[in-house]
């Protein structure tokens, strides 16, 4: 119950397309949904987060989509770029406190 | 640097020994948490503390780990008796740990060899 699956496992973008991220969560007490991101050697980074009230939130290039009923959230980068190839993860957490991470998806963009 | 800290980067020891490690929260940071992450994989919870207190301890972490956070400040991780399946990347987080305030923010981490 305290999984979160996550896909694709590997992402393939053009430079200017739209990378798009699933994950599925299954304990529906969770209230904290963020998305990091990891380059190599370096600890994740936070990009956006997003509480189960809302259904969407944008930040520059960066959206997350939320689905209370369906258990899934997704991460939306519009305008991908090759600096944006790196690792991403989505996590769950309750109460701040034990923090479930995905498997990551690897993303590229292509130049 | 206001960031998280750890140290050593990278540690590389006989299977058998011990190790520790270090983390230096982002000061006035309550929460402070260890993950473990393999190759290829997203990091593993394994405990997390609100100031001194050790409130939760993931099933992975077995006896022969161990940590602490004395006066609430920096934390250390303790691995007795290393096995070639602790080599990981070991993680360390922290977040000013009010409701609507979890954002978590991860030091540079330690990468553990058992040889």
């Known amino acids: 119950q305290q999984q979160v699956k996550q896909s694709p496992q590997s992402l393939i973008v053009q430079k200017g397309g739209i990378s798009i991220i699933n994950c599925a969560y299954e304990n529906t007490a969770f209230d904290y949904f963020p998305w990091y991101q990891q380059f190599p050697g370096k600890g994740p980074a936070l990009l956006i987060a997003i509480r189960p009230d809302v259904s969407e939130k944008k930040e520059g290039r960066f959206t997350i989509s939320f689905n209370k009923s369906a258990k899934q959230f997704s991460l939306h980068i519009m305008d991908s770029q090759p600096g944006d190839s790196a690792t991403y993860f989505c996590?769950?957490?309750?109460?701040?406190?034990?923090?479930?991470f995905g498997p990551g998806t690897r993303l590229s963009v292509l130049p | 640097d206001t960031g998280v800290s750890q140290d050593p980067r990278h540690k590389i020891t006989k299977r058998g020994q011990n190790v520790t490690f270090r983390c230096d929260p982002i000061s006035e940071h309550n929460r402070l948490y260890w993950y473990r992450q393999t190759l290829g994989q997203g990091p593993e919870f394994l405990t997390y503390f609100q100031n001194e207190a050790q409130l939760e301890k993931s099933r992975l972490l077995s006896d022969r780990f161990s940590a602490e956070r004395p006066k609430g400040s920096f934390s250390t991780l303790e691995i007795q008796r290393t096995e070639q399946g602790d080599s990981a990347m070991y993680l360390c987080a922290s977040s000013l740990g009010d409701r609507g305030l979890d954002t978590q923010y991860f030091g540079p981490g330690t990468r553990l060899t058992v040889l």
């Open positions: 996590a769950a957490s309750l109460y701040g406190q034990n923090f479930v």
